[in-house]
């Protein structure tokens, strides 16, 4: 084998991981490596004769780990960006291995006892604030991973980890299997009623797996254009059938299988540490606080939703009785909304696209963080990136002179290999503990490719919000590694990247960068007057999927013995009981819900992106208040939140922004409802 890069010193630019070098076969000596390093550090850390002080024992804490942290970066992202038959199996070989190397230093008692003593004569430490706050937040992430439990506890608490970090690996790699081999072949014929921009995604999609002609794929960004467009009812309920399936097929495959013991080991680690259901923990340490406080928000959107969806449900089975349909279907709906849009607001998706090349909002995302925060964006083609798809860029500061901030990466193309979703990560977060170390940060999208690769506006939003996250993590100015960037609660985590979206239907950045792809021609006025009336349209649908998704991961994970659960009885009992319409189906069905089940960060936190809108439609406000949404007196306070990660409540640090505690009323508004 080849030297391995990872116990090299890097000496690509700004020390970008040297992609073209990395290979599967790399990780697993570069783990074992560096989880001997980090316990031979903490080992010295934990058994120091020194009294224990801030210094050598949280700020070392921050030190260690360099190595396995560049490894887990490393490995965690192209697993997901590129994914592959080696990476996988070295996720399921060391995701339990990295689990239990992890939760044996959160159990280990003298460690624990030098952290605990710290925190207990912390106000004679003469800590400044923002120590003052990492101090508070190691000790609570200790309790939290069981550090003060007595020695049977503890082993228990190991054996809980190791099988999770089993469990989610088999249930995130069980969906992409379904998403990677599962197509829809279509003739010709079934081609017809399709827009430009459909067809050519479908033809991409049949290149890429092989094949001659035009498939339709388990990609969002395909899947959702076909039921919207094609006329071949037959069609679109074997596409929606097989988009909602994922995961629930007989055999090796079948995440049903694995929920109930996920539920089960989450519900046993929440009793260990003294709580009554694996929700009231999770919800001890968020904004939200208790389960109580989610349900008052979820409750009063879904009533609202409901009503509001209703409505829409008359108007499109008005539509469909046209077409001889006497009953409105789960496959119906996204085809019969779109042909009301049309009527209602002469809005055509096919029409739209044209002015909305990837490209140029790619651009129109750097301009407004030029426009609200000063920042430039440079192309960067000698960075070395991980697929011919990314685009790396080098981002400047006006304000911090000529050496970059941070680096980005953009990959926004689906790939059979690559996991779903869209989501933003770091390859390195910033820091100043030991000098000014710059964030490496990636978005990464599933736009159906064609060229040129058109987005709707709802794909144009989507890359604004995942951008809004980026900028999370490149504008971080924060001592310490832990309190880096997106390192906050998990429902505060989506204000930065929801309030990012609100300038994309700026019209000032609209006529600038939706410009059509042929003809360079600025998006008319009148289109942009007729998409902003239109964009509380469907919005009953969006907010009832949305958040039925939400009390499904809530009732679930506030349930004290889920052990023996039926899942799919379990998920049509909640939904009857919530009144679900029947032509409308939740965001995620449980057996693909990955937010939950192919790891832990969502898990009884999905509401957190409705909390955070909460945060998001108000806090939009301030700038609308202002008179100017590109006001830099409120992007100059704004920024301070992104800048400040987590050395402050998160409920501070939006009061200081906002002059008060947020308000709901802007969110119902925002939707319509």
Known sequence: MNSNPFFETWTTPHGVPPFDRIRAEHFPPAYDRAMAEHEAEIEAIARSNAPPSFANTIEALERSGRLLNRVQAAFSNLNASLGGADLQAVERDYAPRYASHMTKMFLDGDLFRRIAALHEGRGALGLDPVQHRLLERTHLGFVRNGAALGPAEKKRMSEITARLATLHTDFGQNVLHDEKTWHLKLSEADLAGLPDFVVAGARQAAAERGMEGWVVTLSRSL????????????????????????????????????????????????????????ADFRLADTMAGTTEAVRRL???????????????????????????????EKWDWLYYAEKLRQQRFAIDESAMKPYFVLENMQQAAFETAHRLFGLRFAARPDIPVYHPDVRAFAVHDD??????????????????DKRSGAWMSSYRDQEMLDGDVIPIVVNNNNFARSTPTLLSFDDAETLFHEFGHALHGLLSRVRYPSQSGTSVRRDFVEFPSQIYEHWLAEPAILRAYARHYETNEPIPDALIARLLEARN???????????ASAILDMDLHAMADPASLDIAAFERETLDRIGMPEMIGPRHRLPHFQHLFAGSGYA???????????LDADGFEAFKESGDAFSRDTATRLRSVLE???????????????????ETAPLLAGRGL
């Open 537 to 547: 349209f469907n919005q009953g649908f969006a907010t009832v999927e949305y958040t």
């Open 604 to 614: 009884a936190g999905y509401y957190s992106y409705l909390w955070s809108e909460v």
């Open 223 to 278: 899947i959702e254009p076909f039921l919207a467009f094609s006329p071949r009812r037959d069609l679109r309920e074997t596409a929606h059938r097989a988009w909602t399936a994922r995961g629930e097929h007989p055999g090796e495959h079948d995440n049903r299988k694995l929920i109930p013991e996920i539920l089960a080991l989450r519900a046993e680690r929440a009793r260990l540490l003294g709580y009554a259901t694996y």
């Open 298 to 328: 979820t409750d009063e959107v879904w009533t609202a939703a409901r009503r509001k969806a209703a409505e829409e449900a008359d108007a499109l089975l008005e539509l469909a009785r046209a077409d001889g349909i006497a009953r409105l």
């Open 644 to 662: 400040s990660g987590d050395t402050q409540d998160p409920m501070q640090l939006y009061t200081a922004f906002r002059g008060r505690p947020p």
């Open 399 to 416: 304000a911090r002179g000529p050496d970059p901030i941070g680096i980005f990466l953009a990959d926004n193309y689906a790939r059979p």
